[in-house]
């Protein structure tokens, strides 16, 4: 288990989303269309906001108000309204099938495919969130029926410091930019 994951250069980010299961999720949520690191910035960002991450409390907090949350200067991501959204959809989902516990999407899988129907069926968690997900779960914290579900080129979960970051995010615009000139 990590002490902490290298994704967003502020110690105290980097702890919060090793420690926080629901954390770590509401990063993945926000890892769209924004940098890595801005991406895990947001739930530390919301911490302090809120006061604390809970579940059951983002999904009961008024829409408009969580939406004026992620709104507030600086805003949590570039698209703060339809993040709110989904954090909060994120967060009922946590409520409703994991009694308030992020870590049961995990801990509670039976096996490989079903740790991978759990993943799948978080809002905003498609194919290539699964992958990167089930690389931290993997090589970070350990959770080896997420193994199978990681691909073998670099992924999110090779990250263990700030230069494998750095190199990660290399690697990740380079491919891109390889599938640009193929297309």
Do not use: C
Not at 123 to 143: N, Q, T, Y
């Amino acid at each position: 288990m990590a002490d902490a994951l290298h994704f967003t250069g502020d110690e105290e980010a980097n702890a919060l989303i090793a420690a926080d299961p629901l954390a770590l999720l509401i990063g993945f949520v926000l890892d769209q269309q924004v940098s890595v690191q801005a991406a895990f910035l947001g739930p530390l960002k919301l911490k302090h906001r809120l006061g604390r991450l809970d579940a059951a409390e983002i999904a009961r907090t008024d829409p408009e108000r969580l939406q004026a949350i992620f709104r507030e200067k600086p805003a949590i991501h570039r698209f703060p309204g339809n993040m709110a959204r989904r954090v909060q959809e994120l967060a009922a989902v946590i409520v409703d099938e994991y009694e308030g516990d992020a870590a049961r999407v995990w801990g509670d899988a039976e096996d490989t495919p079903d740790l991978k129907r759990r993943i799948e069926a978080l809002p905003g968690f498609g194919e290539m969130k699964v992958k990167a997900l089930a690389s931290v779960l993997a090589r970070r914290m350990g959770v080896e029926l997420a193994a199978p579900l990681v691909p073998d080129h670099p992924m999110l979960g090779d990250v263990d410091s700030p230069q494998a970051l750095a190199e990660y995010q290399a690697a990740k615009r380079a491919y891109k930019a390889s599938l640009r000139a193929d297309g």
